[in-house]
């Protein structure tokens, strides 16, 4: 099983995305979860930009201990100077300096000619390699620069010292065969290759930087540089969570020391701290990724997973698949539904249930155990035990943000205060220290997805709040909706509660 390196790059051509920027504590617990996840290399980022930059990249350095720490630079040694600075504390250190290695990029963006941009990628390589020992060379816009000029430079900047010699297709230019007869190419052309590892960047503008990237990988490169999600400058990244599946998948002869169970919640430490939502269709991290709705698929998924998914929610750290209830669900969908809730029924009895189903299904987008109740012709006879009596939060600048909530829970008053980071979190910090309180739970459960919706329009628009929790590998949903966007949070998560519970 040969060995592919996992460089992650989230954290500086990740946070290039407008509007992503994170502070130095949030790239620290970005950094954290990807050293946990398994990452080879972390490229903190681009020292000289900004003396946030320059500060998180020593940050880091010093809280991350296995991972090779990467700081990015331009062919200039002001950059690696820089770069140099910022990486004082990391225990392993490497420096990512590079330049255009494209006519356009050579004509257009520095104006100068093929012989000087050698030069000066030579001398950047040679200049790194004075104060590390582990130097990556970009040649930028590889993917439409000409091969006998890359070849020419990539064995150079070799000679020089580079250890890895990254591959960018920059523009997402590439058709997967493209790519990977570009590397072939160069596996086969340049002299002394043997003497580093060969990475592929590729970029997602066309929406093939997957398999670009596998391309590359079957065609001898042994390092993919990706992000989580595959968010990134334009259009994205390669994704680290498709790449190290596709390889699982397909039992290839070459994997990574990814731990795959990590891959769904480090998805979502990224996706909320960056404020970049993951598209619901999204490959292996997607809301819908493991959701079922059609009733010729929900059939086959209650009898064999294997049937519609090729790779168990398990696998990537996602507690089950789910079996959504629509107007497109078919009866082994409500019955199965209907179990879950305790109805056992004869096959005459489903036939009407479902028919009754279908007429609800098309007045409303999405069905609850409660319209299942309705439907059963019954009412929930059990009291909820967790009941909400006030909801009071203090919130506003500069005040930091405290809740006060009265709940009975089995009949007993319980009023608790807390502060959180914003009114939702200290009221849900509110609830939960009534739970512990009355003793209903030994342990909380984990808030996996946290949704609002307007309902209309306006400033006094009414809010629905929907909740995921997870408790001893079960999901859980909650809902609530009031023009009060926290009473509607304090609703959703209370019911996902009392249905836990």
Same mark, same amino acid.
């Given at each position: 099983?040969?060995?592919?390196?996992?460089?992650?790059?989230?954290?500086?051509?990740?946070?290039?995305?407008?509007?992503?920027?994170?502070?130095?504590?949030?790239?620290?617990?970005?950094?954290?979860?990807?050293?946990?996840?398994?990452?080879?290399?972390?490229?903190?980022?681009?020292?000289?930009?900004?003396? $946030?930059?320059?500060? +998180?990249? =020593?940050? *880091?350095?010093?809280?991350? #201990?296995?991972?090779?720490?990467?700081? @990015?630079? /331009? %062919?200039?040694?002001?950059?690696?100077?820089?770069?140099?600075?910022?990486?004082?504390?990391?225990?392993?250190?490497?420096?990512?300096? $590079?330049?255009?290695? +494209?006519? =356009?990029? *050579?004509?257009?963006?520095? #104006?100068?000619?093929?012989?000087?941009? @050698?030069? /000066? %990628?030579?001398?950047?390589?040679?200049?790194a390699k004075k104060f590390v020992e582990d130097v990556e060379f970009y040649a930028e816009d590889a993917g439409r620069a000409d091969l006998e000029y890359l070849?020419?430079?990539?064995?150079?900047?070799?000679?020089?010292?580079?250890?890895?010699?990254?591959?960018?297709?920059?523009?997402?230019?590439?058709?997967?065969?493209?790519?990977?007869?570009?590397?072939?190419?160069?596996?086969?052309?340049?002299?002394?290759?043997?003497?580093?590892?060969?990475?592929?960047?590729?970029?997602?503008?066309?929406?093939?930087?997957?398999?670009?990237?596998?391309?590359?990988?079957?065609?001898?490169?042994?390092?993919?540089?990706?992000?989580?999600?595959?968010?990134?400058?334009?259009?994205?990244?390669?994704?680290?969570?498709?790449?190290?599946?596709?390889?699982?998948?397909?039992?290839?002869?070459?994997?990574?020391?990814?731990?795959?169970?990590?891959?769904?919640?480090?998805?979502?430490?990224?996706?909320?701290?960056?404020?970049?939502?993951?598209?619901?269709?999204?490959?292996?991290?997607?809301?819908?990724?493991?959701?079922?709705?059609?009733?010729?698929?929900?059939?086959?998924?209650?009898?064999?997973?294997?049937?519609?998914?090729?790779?168990?929610?398990?696998?990537?750290?996602?507690?089950?698949?789910?079996?959504?209830?629509?107007?497109?669900?078919?009866?082994?969908?409500?019955?199965?539904?209907?179990?879950?809730?305790?109805?056992?029924?004869?096959?005459?009895?489903?036939?009407?249930?479902?028919?009754?189903?279908?007429?609800?299904?098309?007045?409303?987008?999405?069905?609850?155990?409660?319209?299942?109740?309705?439907?059963?012709g019954k009412t929930l006879t059990t009291p909820k035990r967790l009941e909400t009596k006030l909801v009071e939060v203090v919130c506003g600048y500069p005040l930091?943000?405290?809740?006060?909530?009265?709940?009975?829970?089995?009949?007993?008053?319980?009023?608790?205060?807390?502060?959180?980071?914003?009114?939702?979190?200290?009221?849900?910090k509110a609830v939960n220290l009534a739970v512990a309180e009355a003793k209903v739970l030994k342990t909380l459960p984990v808030l996996r997805e946290f949704l609002?919706?307007?309902?209309?329009?306006?400033?006094?628009?009414?809010?629905?709040?929907?909740?995921?929790?997870?408790?001893?590998?079960?999901?859980?949903?909650?809902?609530?909706?009031?023009?009060?966007?926290?009473?509607?949070?304090?609703?959703?998560?209370?019911?996902?509660?009392?249905?836990?519970?």
């Amino acid at each position: 099983m040969q060995k592919i390196h996992i460089f992650d790059t989230t954290l500086r051509d990740g946070e290039q995305v407008p509007g992503c920027q994170l502070n130095t504590v949030e790239k620290i617990e970005i950094a954290k979860a990807l050293e946990s996840l398994g990452v080879d290399v972390i490229e903190a980022g681009f020292p000289i930009s900004s003396p $946030g930059d320059f500060q +998180s990249v =020593i940050e *880091i350095s010093k809280a991350v #201990k296995n991972p090779i720490i990467c700081a @990015l630079t /331009r %062919a200039v040694k002001g950059d690696i100077d820089s770069a140099v600075a910022s990486l004082e504390y990391a225990k392993r250190k490497r420096i990512h300096t $590079g330049i255009g290695a +494209s006519d =356009i990029h *050579i004509k257009y963006k520095f #104006k100068s000619t093929r012989e000087d941009i @050698l030069k /000066r %990628a030579v001398e950047a390589v040679k200049y790194a390699k004075k104060f590390v020992e582990d130097v990556e060379f970009y040649a930028e816009d590889a993917g439409r620069a000409d091969l006998e000029y890359l070849t020419q430079m990539i064995e150079a900047v070799i000679a020089a010292g580079a250890t890895v010699v990254n591959i960018p297709d920059t523009t997402g230019y590439n058709l997967p065969h493209m790519y990977g007869e570009k590397i072939k190419y160069l596996k086969e052309h340049v002299s002394n290759i043997d003497k580093a590892i060969i990475s592929a960047h590729c970029h997602n503008d066309l929406g093939l930087a997957t398999a670009n990237a596998m391309a590359g990988v079957a065609n001898g490169a042994r390092q993919i540089e990706v992000t989580m999600n595959g968010i990134g400058e334009r259009a994205g990244n390669t994704s680290l969570e498709e790449v190290v599946m596709i390889m699982r998948t397909h039992k290839f002869p070459y994997d990574t020391n990814i731990n795959a169970k990590k891959i769904y919640p480090t998805s979502r430490l990224v996706a909320n701290l960056m404020n970049m939502p993951i598209q619901a269709n999204k490959a292996i991290v997607g809301k819908n990724a493991f959701a079922h709705s059609s009733g010729i698929h929900q059939d086959g998924v209650l009898k064999l997973r294997e049937n519609y998914e090729i790779i168990d929610p398990h696998d990537v750290g996602i507690a089950s698949s789910e079996i959504v209830l629509s107007a497109r669900s078919g009866r082994a969908a409500l019955n199965h539904h209907l179990e879950r809730l305790g109805y056992t029924l004869k096959p005459i009895q489903i036939k009407k249930s479902y028919e009754k189903f279908l007429e609800l299904a098309d007045s409303k987008k999405q069905i609850l155990d409660e319209d299942l109740h309705m439907l059963m012709g019954k009412t929930l006879t059990t009291p909820k035990r967790l009941e909400t009596k006030l909801v009071e939060v203090v919130c506003g600048y500069p005040l930091k943000p405290m809740a006060t909530m009265k709940m009975l829970i089995d009949g007993a008053e319980h009023t608790t205060s807390a502060n959180g980071n914003g009114p939702v979190d200290a009221a849900y910090k509110a609830v939960n220290l009534a739970v512990a309180e009355a003793k209903v739970l030994k342990t909380l459960p984990v808030l996996r997805e946290f949704l609002i919706q307007a309902m209309t329009k306006g400033s006094d628009d009414v809010s629905r709040v929907n909740v995921q929790l997870e408790y001893k590998n079960k999901v859980y949903f909650g809902f609530g909706s009031d023009t009060d966007i926290v009473v509607a949070a304090v609703q959703a998560y209370v019911d996902g509660l009392n249905k836990l519970i």
